[in-house]
């Protein structure tokens, strides 16, 4: 039996939804991190942490549907806080999805078993886009995803930081053009062929939609943001650099704009799966922390950012599926690859669901393990 501190959720809701009197910050050797500082081990966190690799996830989850969870802060933040409970993580990122904003725009995306997200109505052609909305009242749309950081930051109890994200505006493209995941993205990549001024016009709208959503989240409380390019990949160099790279620029720049205008500093994480060539670029993108798949060499990926960001990742997510020993050794050579100043342990991609809880400790207890050791040493 695992405890829900998040039951009584119209007490919780009344008592503790307001972004203020947050508890004070035990742990923030993640933040550190992200901007470069010395810390005592490297920190660690999870992409898809709080997942169905848990069972007391799937007990949660069962018989419920996947966007009415999503709308639910009561049950975001039930399912943000059960990894904390199981692992040392050193930060937490709220639970929800990338497709909330296609969602927040007018379109239709159900969650379907066995299938994944899909849109009934995807978009096929330039004159689709007037079905959007231009303007979009992201406190009205999104605002059960304030809702849930805020209680979620209140719940937390200062454990660790909260981490708000987004997916980036090549990627909810895709999505909303394929109608679906894709192995080709075909359909999203011919609108950039074919319909380059249509393409810019929804990525435009989907950045202006993503600066006004990242910043709702800080505002709720979240403490740092990632913006997940997860289809960066589909792209080559000249398509990443005139589809992708802008809007992510664009992002980090706006957001940090206007949070330095109320005297914020939030870190900011871009993940743009299997953009290898595209490393430099990202790295003097605005962003504090370039998050990296399995596919780049650490000792590489450090040389081509030239120390101009923090790094995070990259340990390959199947390498959760070794004997525990095995895990061990994997992450001290990641570690002695990376360094310990400047980073950011994490997988190169998300949580699978057949994964074993108890290995996934493992890695977690290799991280600090490895990193107070090595740190020792210097």
Not at 78 to 95: K, N, S, V, W, Y
Not at 302 to 324: F, I, W
Request: charged share 25%.
């Amino acid at each position: 039996m695992f405890f829900h501190p998040c039951t009584s959720y119209h007490i919780i809701l009344f008592s503790v939804s307001s972004p203020k009197d947050f508890p004070q910050l035990k742990n923030d050797t993640f933040l550190r991190a992200a901007r470069g500082e010395e810390t005592e081990h490297v920190p660690v966190w999870c992409m898809r942490q709080a997942g169905r690799y848990l069972p007391e996830f799937r007990e949660f989850r069962a018989g419920k549907d996947f966007f009415d969870t999503c709308r639910s802060p009561e049950a975001c933040c039930e399912l943000t806080l059960q990894p904390l409970r199981r692992f040392p993580f050193d930060a937490a990122i709220i639970f929800s999805d990338i497709l909330v904003v296609p969602q927040a725009m007018g379109m239709d995306v159900q969650m379907v078993a066995g299938k994944g997200p899909t849109f009934p109505e995807p978009l096929k052609e330039p004159e689709d886009l007037q079905r959007l909305q231009v303007k979009v009242d992201v406190e009205k749309e999104l605002g059960y995803v304030f809702k849930a950081i805020t209680l979620t930051r209140h719940k937390i109890e200062g454990k660790v930081p909260l981490i708000g994200f987004t997916g980036a505006p090549w990627t909810l493209m895709s999505y909303m053009i394929e109608g679906g995941g894709s192995n080709t993205h075909s359909k999203a990549k011919r609108w950039l062929y074919r319909h380059p001024e249509a393409s810019h016009m929804l990525l435009k709208m989907l950045t202006d939609v993503v600066v006004e959503y990242l910043l709702g989240q800080v505002a709720a409380g979240a403490q740092a943001l990632q913006v997940f390019e997860s289809h960066a990949g589909i792209l080559g160099p000249v398509q990443f650099k005139d589809f992708s790279l802008p809007y992510l620029r664009d992002i980090a720049r706006r957001v940090k704009d206007k949070l330095k205008e109320k005297g914020q500093d939030v870190p900011m994480i871009v993940f743009a799966k299997d953009a290898h060539y595209g490393l430099e670029d990202l790295s003097q993108s605005y962003y504090e922390v370039v998050g990296l798949d399995w596919t780049i060499d650490p000792r590489s990926a450090r040389e081509r950012t030239g120390g101009r960001v923090s790094l995070q990742g990259n340990m390959d997510p199947c390498a959760l599926y070794s004997p525990k020993e095995c895990i061990s050794d994997i992450v001290r050579k990641m570690l002695e690859g990376f360094g310990t100043r400047g980073y950011i342990a994490n997988l190169g991609h998300g949580l699978y669901p057949d994964m074993d809880p108890e290995n996934v400790g493992t890695f977690v207890e290799a991280v600090h393990q490895h990193s107070i050791q090595m740190n020792k040493q210097v």
